[in-house]
């Protein structure tokens, strides 16, 4: 319950700080508490902390004490008053409070039901921050938040401090409301303010004790030391954000280092990061400067939104070759000079994969035509083998098809047994197996041709199985899929039908503009191969 006391306590008994030139100041709040209902009001007087520091108080505060805590703030600062004889001394208390006939009591934040046998454990007696601040007659004050007591009592007690207290000599007691009581000492503090002056002005304070007519608490020419101010500097300069600099001017607006605080809010809603912050991207958008990056190989290790550290690595590296400081962190215009020249760089890549493809189908026609235009089938396996997704790949299947059913029928069971079981086991062992068994099978074209397919040298193929775990990480969503499918088409790779499903016409589709794109040929989407085909769109997000 204890928050802020023992570091206080341990200050005071350790080294004897000169007090400010104002005096000292100790706030004891007690708003939870162990059996009671909570003291919603009294926080109210802890918002005169900083005012208290601002006008040159010490200042400190505990909030939550047992009884036996608050006998040992006031203990404390009873010393710290003998060691250091401060020219004033104000005493804050807000919680519950009691009295009977013979005194008050303040109560601990332990506080139960009382009697004349418990009281004593449980609150602490007026009269003891009394006698603490009467060692500083004619300055001092004792300002007593008055919550009353929220539970019935019997022997004698009765909610709030005695309306007749017995006050030393030189000590002002205050009492009433928080928000009241807040207000009357908001006012004290302004140099040259009497204190029955201001205490005229709330009806719910009471002024019990002295009550100098012509002095003021603090006088007019009243200059605080500014030791709070610095503190409260090197804590905002520690933080370093806009936020700690505007709290220090907030408790501080004309403070000695207000100019630098509000220098350095400038500077920061200036930087780089903050000017990228301001734009609000949205995650689409990031995902455009992602493709924009990718397409203009800057590898931002993922197109997911996040501008994590890769990400920001393709900026640091895009600003740099564009001349712009290496931030990182992208502003309007280089995020609309970084889409202009994906935009243009995408257009660049789309003509030349236009022009590859044409000059290829042109190749696909023209060997065709050299290998028979599928009129043998020896022409047909090798315009296969040349171009597997060619402009004519369907129709040579097609005809290979037909032409090996004719074997089929013609071929003994045996040559057909043994060349199924070939198909079905589908290695090079098997198909060898059929041709040393039946070298003069009716299969043995398909045979050669098979094995020649599966014992092509590994550099030369591709790791499909690397592309299509590449493409199942990226998730593509199914209207992604089908965007993806529309761009093919209108590039004149015919997927198929439109429906977001990759089966094996979209997987030549795929394979074909690879190919033309001068890709590795797999026939699985990649994310630089989606970044391309989704070029297009990635302007428009900035429109």
């Known amino acids: 319950m204890v928050r802020l006391l023992l570091s206080a306590c341990l200050a005071w008994l350790i080294a004897a700080v000169p007090a400010a030139a104002s005096g000292i100041a100790l706030f004891l709040i007690n708003e939870r508490h162990d059996s009671l209902r909570t003291a919603e009001d009294a926080p109210e007087l802890l918002r005169l902390v900083r005012r208290f520091e601002a006008a040159g108080f010490d200042t400190d505060q505990a909030t939550d004490l047992s009884a036996p805590a608050l006998r040992a703030a006031l203990t404390d600062l009873d010393?710290?008053?003998?060691?250091?004889?401060p020219e004033r001394v104000v005493i804050v208390f807000a919680g519950y409070s009691l009295h009977n006939d013979s005194s008050s009591w303040l109560m601990g934040a332990d506080a139960s039901e009382p009697g004349r046998a418990n009281i004593d454990t449980i609150g602490v007696?007026?009269?003891?921050?009394?006698?603490?601040?009467?060692?500083?007659?004619?300055?001092?004050?004792?300002?007593?938040?008055?919550?009353?007591?929220?539970e019935r009592m019997d022997d004698g007690f009765d909610p709030g401090i005695s309306p007749v207290p017995d006050v030393p000599q030189g000590v002002s007691l205050l009492s009433g409301r928080p928000d009241a009581l807040r207000g009357v000492l908001d006012e004290v503090i302004v140099p040259g303010t009497n204190l029955g002056d201001a205490v005229d002005a709330y009806s719910d304070v009471r002024l019990r004790g002295f009550d100098p007519a012509y002095l003021t608490f603090l006088p007019d020419d009243h200059e605080p030391e500014s030791q709070s101010d610095r503190d409260d500097w090197r804590m905002a300069e520690d933080e370093g954000t806009i936020a700690a600099y505007r709290a220090y001017l907030d408790a501080w607006p004309d403070g000695l280092f207000a100019g630098d605080a509000r220098s350095a809010i400038e500077e920061l809603e200036s930087s780089p990061e903050r000017v990228e912050d301001d734009l609000g991207l949205t995650r689409e958008e990031r995902r455009a400067v992602q493709r924009d990056l990718t397409i203009l190989n800057f590898d931002p290790r993922?197109?997911?939104?996040?501008?994590?550290?890769?990400?920001?690595?393709?900026?640091?590296?895009?600003q740099s070759a564009n001349d712009h400081t290496r931030t990182g962190y992208l502003d309007r215009d280089q995020i609309f000079q970084l889409a202009g020249q994906a935009a243009r760089r995408a257009a660049e890549l789309e003509e030349e994969a236009r022009e590859r493809?044409?000059?290829?189908?042109?190749?696909?026609?023209?060997?065709?035509?050299?290998?028979?235009?599928?009129?043998?089938?020896?022409?047909?396996?090798?315009?296969?083998?040349?171009?597997?997704?060619?402009?004519?790949?369907?129709?040579?299947?097609?005809?290979?098809?037909?032409?090996?059913?004719?074997?089929?029928?013609?071929?003994?069971?045996?040559?057909?047994?043994?060349?199924?079981?070939?198909?079905?086991?589908?290695t090079a062992q098997a198909y060898e197996r059929y041709l040393r068994d039946y070298p003069e099978g009716a299969f043995v074209e398909e045979a050669r041709a098979r094995i020649r397919e599966l014992t092509r040298p590994e550099r030369e193929r591709p790791d499909i199985e690397a592309a299509r775990q590449e493409e199942e990480a990226l998730g593509l969503p199914r209207f992604t899929r089908m965007m993806i499918e529309r761009q093919l088409a209108s590039r004149g790779f015919d997927p198929g039908t439109v429906d977001g499903e990759l089966d094996g016409q979209t997987r030549r589709a795929i394979r074909r503009y690879q190919r033309a794109a001068d890709m590795p040929v797999t026939g699985y989407l990649t994310q630089g191969l989606v970044a391309q085909l989704m070029a297009d769109s990635v302007f428009q997000l900035f429109e």
């Open 125 to 150: 007696r007026l009269e003891t921050p009394l006698a603490v601040a009467e060692r500083i007659q004619g300055g001092s004050i004792v300002a007593i938040a008055d919550l009353g007591y929220p």
């Open 302 to 318: 993922g197109i997911d939104g996040i501008f994590g550290s890769g990400t920001r690595a393709a900026i640091r590296s895009w």
């Open 79 to 85: 010393r710290r008053i003998a060691d250091e004889r």
């Open 357 to 426: 493809q044409a000059q290829q189908d042109r190749e696909d026609r023209q060997y065709w035509r050299d290998t028979g235009g599928g009129r043998d089938e020896a022409g047909l396996r090798a315009y296969l083998e040349r171009y597997p997704d060619g402009i004519f790949s369907n129709i040579a299947r097609e005809r290979l098809d037909e032409i090996e059913e004719e074997r089929r029928n013609e071929a003994e069971a045996r040559d057909r047994e043994a060349w199924d079981r070939a198909r079905r086991n589908d």
